[in-house]
């Protein structure tokens, strides 16, 4: 074989090698950009599902109206399946709004005081689109009975677990707590919160 033969065939042979090592690299880059627009696309619909009180009362006048909200917000990039919600008090569940508000010391005439009362259920697997809320409880009444309301709220044991459409679950235990990512959302269904007695 002479020189020029096997300088050729050593040439051909570095480029079916550079030829192979671009075609693995073109694959690597195709995967890791593919896992990358994955990753986009999964926390470009992540939600972040939050319970909370809004509380507007008179601080000169216990007797003026003052106004106590349950919400739960959706702060994140995308929409949340509810899945379920639960409330506690003392360990033992609540399932119904007339229940939960029967745990708030009423004095005197304080129910005749009430101005007016709304509270929806939390339907399982209901969706909450991003940026958007669901007052599941609101009243309105004199201030020193809106502030003994929410003072009690605090006393509530309340959860709530909410899924991604990646089947991604996350769980907020206690008002304006911060969510915390689970494996899955499953609840006895007989301590799911209910919402309106039938």
């Known amino acids: 074989m002479s020189l020029a033969s096997a300088a050729k065939k050593h ?36 939600p972040s599902v939050w319970l ?15 106004e106590f909200e349950l919400i739960i917000d959706n702060r994140g990039l995308g929409p949340a399946s509810l899945e379920y919600f639960t409330i506690q008090f003392e ?17 005197g005439d304080d129910e005749k005081s009430i101005t007016g009362i ?9 969706v909450l689109p991003n940026g958007d809320e669901l007052e599941v409880f609101s009243i309105r009444a004199p ?10 709220s605090e006393r509530y ?20 707590a911060v969510p915390q990512a689970i494996s899955e959302c499953k609840v006895d269904p007989s301590t799911q919160f209910q919402g309106n007695r039938e």
């Open 11 to 46: 040439f051909e042979l570095i480029i079916s090698f550079v030829a192979v090592a671009m075609a693995i690299a073109a694959v690597v880059v195709a995967f890791y950009e593919t896992s990358l627009m994955r990753e986009q696309a999964r926390l470009g619909v992540k």
């Open 52 to 66: 909370e009180t809004n509380s507007r009362t008179n601080n000169q006048e216990d007797e003026n109206g003052g």
């Open 91 to 107: 360990g033992k569940y609540i399932r119904f709004w007339q229940e939960w508000l029967s745990h708030v010391p009423l004095e």
């Open 118 to 126: 709304s509270y929806t259920s939390v339907p399982r697997k209901y």
């Open 143 to 152: 201030s020193d009975l809106i502030r003994r309301i929410s003072s009690a």
């Open 157 to 176: 044991e309340f959860t709530i677990c909410a899924c991604s459409f990646y089947n991604e679950c996350w769980i907020s235990q206690g008002l304006n």
